[in-house]
Nanobody, 124 residues
Framework: QVQVVESGGGLVQTGGSLRLSCVASGISSGNYVMGWFRQTPGKEREFVAAIKWSVGNTYYADSVKGRFTISRENSKKTVYLQMNSTKPEDTAVYYC?????????????????WGQGTQVTVSS
């Protein structure tokens, strides 16, 4: 099973940028999808973005489209989430997750490897 560890969270001002990283050790197959989710207290964990490991196809939630970019660096087994033009509503704990899927998936239960989460706070 793939193990994932996130890093890069912190405090940023509205309109600022932040980059999250996720090291995904154990990926050995191209049929794999890496995703980012986020969660605020009292709310369900929501999908943010995903990337197909083998070919780099991406998919975004409408709320972050045009502002966030997901990418991967195969040699480092690392997935990134570049967050630009941040808003206070982006404040959440961000989780990296892996799914043994052949296609991009956006539902939480499709992912079976989760990181511990990293806090992102956008100040207004």
């Amino acid at each position: 099973q793939v193990q994932v560890v996130e890093s890069g969270g912190g405090l940023v001002q509205t309109g600022g940028s932040l980059r999250l990283s996720c090291v995904a050790s154990g990926i050995s197959s191209g049929n794999y999808v890496m995703g980012w989710f986020r969660q605020t207290p009292g709310k369900e964990r929501e999908f943010v973005a995903a990337i197909k490991w083998s070919v780099g196809n991406t998919y975004y939630a409408d709320s972050v489209k045009g502002r966030f970019t997901i990418s991967r660096e195969n040699s480092k087994k690392t997935v990134y989430l570049q967050m630009n033009s941040t808003k206070p509503e982006d404040t959440a704990v961000y989780y990296c997750a892996g799914s043994p899927s052949r296609v991009i998936v956006t539902t939480r239960n499709a992912y079976d490897s989760w990181g511990q989460g990293t806090q992102v706070t956008v100040s207004s």
